[in-house]
T-cell receptor, first 116, second 114 residues
């Protein structure tokens, strides 16, 4: 079965703490894509990163970093020195082949609260 | 920057009413999507469209229909609103539907059916 699991429903940290959001996926495909999106209180989901299955390089963008490990089927997201503006719901998503089409499935999201 | 605009932020309708949710994107994207978002259920795809006048059912199309007469506009229609359709509705668009391009979302419409 194709699946995305974000086991952490809610996380609460104090500003400047580092925090890691977990994402574990299941797919039979060898070619797939993984995404992270952020949904702040305003409601609009914002794209953060895309990774394809052939690119296991970790990525860093400012305070954000992503660790993609095919061996453990994980695509974890770390925020370093968290800030109040990082408070949001974060979604991990997977695109895989479904017959002649592609299908996008979402994790249920992790709600991150960064407290001052 | 891509802008996806949903016509209403909040909407309150009565059971049995016909409801139109409108979505417009300004980047000439081929693909547009309607999702609903509910606590504990995440995002669920209702319908998507990969071209004008083309549509495909998503995971939960029952009780909904869509219209795409122009490339930039994708409408979600609740033929006869019911209380179980109270939800947050999110519209999105993307350039490619192959995993090569991300989805761009609107701010959402929070619909309450009483």
């Amino acid at each position: 079965a194709q699946k995305v699991t974000q086991a952490q429903t809610e996380i609460s940290v104090v500003e400047k703490e580092d925090v890691t959001l977990d994402c574990v996926y299941e797919t039979r495909d060898t070619t797939y894509y993984l995404f992270w999106y952020k949904q702040p209180p305003s409601g609009e989901l914002v794209f953060l990163i895309r990774r394809n299955s052939f690119d296991e390089q970790n990525e860093i963008s400012g305070r954000y970093s992503w660790n993609f490990q095919k061996s453990t089927s994980s695509f974890n997201f770390t925020i370093t020195a968290s800030q109040v503006v990082d408070s949001a719901v974060y979604f991990c998503a997977l695109i895989f082949n479904a017959g002649n089409n592609r299908k996008l499935i979402w994790g249920l999201g992790t709600s991150l609260a960064v407290n001052p | 920057d891509v802008k996806v605009t949903q016509s209403s932020r909040y909407l309150v309708k009565r059971t049995g009413e016909k409801v139109f949710l409108e979505c417009v994107q300004d980047m000439d994207h081929e693909n547009m999507f309607w999702y609903r978002q509910d606590p504990g259920l995440g995002l669920r795809l209702i319908y998507f469209s990969y071209d004008v006048k083309m549509k495909e059912k998503g995971d939960i199309p029952e009780g909904y229909s869509v219209s795409r007469e122009k490339k930039e506009r994708f409408s979600l229609i609740l033929e006869s609103a019911s209380t179980n359709q109270t939800s947050m509705y999110l519209c999105a668009s993307s350039l490619f539907w192959t995993g090569l391009s991300p989805l761009h979302f609107g701010n959402g419409t929070r619909l309450t059916v009483t």
